[in-house]
Nanobody
Framework: VQLQASGGGLVNVGGSLRLSCAAS????????RAWFRQAPGKGREFVAA????????YYADSVKGRFTISRDNAKNLLYLQMSSLKPEDTAVYYC???????????????????WGQGTQVTVSS
């Protein structure tokens, strides 16, 4: 199983981007999927997750109301729609997936077994 993130780029403050994460395996409905990010000199930070069975979504407080995570199970795609972008959103964004993670673990990057390669998002002021 491989994850491939795409859609990053350079955007002005207040702009929007949509990230995508493609998966090579079928039955991704059974996986909890998430986005994390890592800014230069900082640790990997939880951004958003969508829980495998319920499809319920969870967000970091810093992105709530600005970012939306969604999935297309038929196409094995995960999305992160980002709007009202700020300079502090600048980071490498990673998609992650795990089949057995429990709800209390979804914000912990070490709980995920599968990772994409990352896509750079730069918000310019």
């Amino acid at each position: 199983v491989q994850l491939q993130a795409s859609g990053g780029g350079l955007v002005n403050v207040g702009g929007s981007l949509r990230l995508s994460c493609a998966a090579s395996a079928v039955t991704f409905r059974s996986y909890t999927r998430a986005w994390f990010r890592q800014a230069p000199g900082k640790g990997r930070e939880f951004v958003a997750a969508i829980f495998r069975s319920s499809g319920r979504t969870y967000y970091a407080d810093s992105v709530k109301g600005r970012f939306t995570i969604s999935r297309d199970n038929a196409k094995n795609l995960l999305y992160l729609q980002m709007s009202s972008l700020k300079p502090e959103d600048t980071a490498v964004y990673y998609c992650a997936a795990d089949q057995s993670i429990i709800l209390s673990q979804i914000r912990i990057w070490g709980s995920y077994d599968l990772w994409g390669q990352g896509t750079q998002v730069t918000v310019s002021s």
